[in-house]
């Protein structure tokens, strides 16, 4: 079983910065993909930014390219994602999430099969 365990949330005010990060531990036969998730109240959770273990291939929402950027560290099982330039509509909870195939999680945005982080707030506003 995979674990996987989000830090670095909190409260930001417009135009500013976040970090997120991501740490997985336990055993999985294998995971390729991983990526960021969020969930607004009231709101179905959406794909963020996710990336390819083997390759780095990455996909962003058309909502944060150019803002937010995910990265990974495969000797320290993490991935971050830098968040730019905030508005209020970053306003959600965050998941990290793990998939065995990237396709399934980066594109297709297979959440049932998907393992997951607990959550971190990040709430944007002055």
């Known amino acids: 079983q995979l674990q996987l365990v989000e830090s670095g949330g909190g409260l930001v005010q417009p135009g500013g910065s976040l970090r997120l990060s991501c740490e997985a531990s336990?055993?999985?036969?294998?995971?390729?993909?991983m990526g960021w998730f969020r969930q607004a109240p009231g709101k179905e959770r959406e794909r963020v930014a996710c990336?390819?273990?083997?390759?780095?291939?990455?996909t962003y929402a058309d909502s944060v390219e150019g803002r937010f950027t995910i990265t990974r560290d495969n000797a320290k099982r993490k991935v971050y994602l830098q968040m730019d330039s905030v508005s209020p509509e970053d306003t959600a909870v965050y998941y990290c999430?793990?998939?065995?195939?990237?396709?399934?999680?980066?594109?297709?945005?297979?959440?049932?099969?998907?393992?997951w982080g607990q959550g971190t707030q990040v709430t944007v506003s002055s």
């Open positions: 999430g793990a998939h065995k195939e990237f396709f399934r999680l980066c594109i297709i945005s297979d959440l049932e099969n998907a393992y």
């Open positions: 990336i390819s273990v083997g390759d780095g291939s990455r």
């Open positions: 336990g055993y999985a036969l294998e995971y390729d993909a």
